[in-house]
């Protein structure tokens, strides 16, 4: 069975950090571009980073860029978004996905054919 399983979300105040996985499983991670999303209650859904699959190349929302970091560990088949100074305005449910090929419109995720079930990420104090 094809999926890919989120973790790592939780609670943390301002100013904190979390690092989340997507671990893949009936498919090898590193054939496919890996790109994170979130959706914040009432909001439309975000694509925050991606890693392309074809070289490496990496790409971050402007709400994110230098606070988060995307990474691939391909022995572990696992994708994971270090996120540092988290701010209130990150709280989402964060997904994962992954797309056989990513276009410049990857953060609408019409690129990305399989989908996590998300993890909640709460900042608050």
């Known amino acids: 069975q094809v999926q890919v399983v989120e973790s790592g979300g939780g609670l943390v105040q301002p100013g904190g950090s979390l690092r989340l996985s997507c671990e893949a499983s009936g498919f090898t991670l590193d054939h496919y571009s890996i790109g994170w999303f979130r959706q914040a209650p009432g909001k439309e859904r975000e694509g925050v980073s991606c890693?392309?699959?074809?070289?490496?190349?990496?790409y971050y929302a402007d709400s994110v860029k230098g606070r988060f970091t995307i990474s691939r560990d391909n022995a572990k088949n696992t994708v994971f978004l270090q996120m540092d100074s988290l701010k209130p305005e990150d709280t989402a449910v964060y997904y994962c996905?992954?797309?056989?090929?990513?276009?410049?419109?990857?953060?609408?995720?019409?690129?990305?054919?399989?989908w996590g079930q998300g993890t909640q990420v709460t900042v608050s104090s």
């Open positions: 890693i392309s699959s074809f070289d490496g190349s990496t």
């Open positions: 996905a992954a797309a056989p090929m990513i276009t410049r419109l990857w953060t609408n995720g019409v690129d990305f054919d399989y």
